[in-house]
């Protein structure tokens, strides 16, 4: 009796340690039955969920990065900051073309200006010079306007006065090309009006040119950038 209580007590030790070697084996390492693999349809569903949090995830990050720049916008500008967002604003390429269209127009001006004080002036020039004047106003605008969008938030609040005051310029640049331009198309002889349109042009593209001066004291624009542009197209035509 005693040897059969013994071998029971081994036995039942040996099933103890086998149930407790079996609880810990993870789960992955049981036999069972095989995980089943997920469709076509639950993969897609998998892949637009992930897909939707890294939009969020995008989403937030481009908030935060607009609030950063929102409360950087109302941080005024050090002396040194200033001048280095000028210098990047000065040497823009969009900038720098503008300024090159502004001189051909004043280059364009100031020789049918010439003309009409010499007395009578070829129709066919007139018209010409009225058209080129007119041309590289509309590219100097496109490259104001390009040049306003590739700045920072911030860059912009800070030379929102600057802004301001070319594009007021260019409102009175524009009247006052309409106004020359409907003088060189009249019929009859309007060589005074279109002297009188012509000054006035000039006048305000050297205002214009004197205000950027100001506003970039201290600082050139490279001439060889602007001299490519500046040489005079030949006049066709219209």
């Known amino acids: 009796m005693a040897g059969y209580l013994k071998n029971f007590t081994v036995i039942l030790a040996v099933a103890l340690v086998i149930l407790l070697t079996w609880q810990a084996v993870p789960a992955q390492g ?21 897909d939707r949090d890294r939009d969020k995830d995008g989403d937030r990050d481009m908030d935060r990065d607009r609030d950063r720049d929102r409360d950087r916008v109302s941080v005024p500008l050090s002396a040194q900051e200033k001048a280095v967002m000028m210098q990047q604003m000065q040497k823009n390429r969009n900038h720098l073309m503008a300024i090159g269209y502004r001189q051909n127009m004043l280059n364009f001006a100031m020789n049918l200006r010439l003309q009409l004080e010499r007395g009578a002036v070829d129709r066919d020039y007139a018209k010409g ?15 104001h306007s390009t040049h306003k969008k590739e700045m920072s938030a911030r860059m912009r609040e800070q030379a929102s006065e600057m802004i301001r005051a070319t594009e007021e310029h260019h409102e009175r640049i524009r009247t006052t090309i309409r106004n020359l331009e409907n003088a060189a198309d ?25 205000e950027r001066e100001r506003n970039y004291t201290g600082a050139t624009a490279p001439a060889a950038a602007i001299g490519a542009i500046v040489d005079i197209a030949p006049i066709e035509s219209p």
């Open 129 to 143: 010079a009225v058209k080129e004047i007119k041309r590289n106003f509309k590219e100097m605008e496109r490259r």
């Open 186 to 210: 009249s019929s009859s002889d309007n060589s005074r009006q279109m002297l009188m349109h012509v000054r006035e042009l000039e006048e305000q593209l050297r205002m214009m040119e004197q």
């Open 30 to 50: 049981k036999p069972g039955k095989p995980k089943p693999q997920p469709t076509s349809q639950q993969k897609g569903d998998l892949d637009r969920d992930r």
